[in-house]
């Protein structure tokens, strides 16, 4: 894949059109669209269904980041964060 922590942290910001810090499904479809990424809409869905951990109708940057770094530890996940918000 080649991205790293920050890039995808960048990428979820920019398509967080509303900046209330979550993807809504229709955020979340952008992001395949700006990519190039071609699958149908049920596909889609059922994607946004797996990152949507606490099933809210929304994924947090939390839930994006878990999905897309799964090896990453809690506590490492909670620092990473940590660090963006305070730059």
């Known amino acids: 894949w080649g991205f790293t922590f920050d890039d995808v942290y960048q990428l ?3 398509f967080d059109e509303d900046r209330n810090g979550v993807l809504n ?3 979340f479809c ?3 669209k ?3 990424i071609s699958m149908p809409q049920e596909r889609i869905s059922d994607l946004f269904d797996a ?3 606490d099933f809210s109708g929304t994924i947090s940057q939390r839930e994006f ?3 897309l ?3 990453f530890a809690e506590c490492q996940l909670n620092a990473m964060m940590d660090s963006e918000e305070e730059e």
């Open 12 to 14: 979820f910001s920019f």
């Open 25 to 27: 499904l229709e955020e």
């Open 30 to 32: 952008q992001i395949f």
């Open 34 to 36: 700006y990519l190039g």
């Open 51 to 53: 990152f949507d951990y």
């Open 65 to 67: 980041l878990r999905m």
């Open 69 to 71: 770094f799964p090896g």
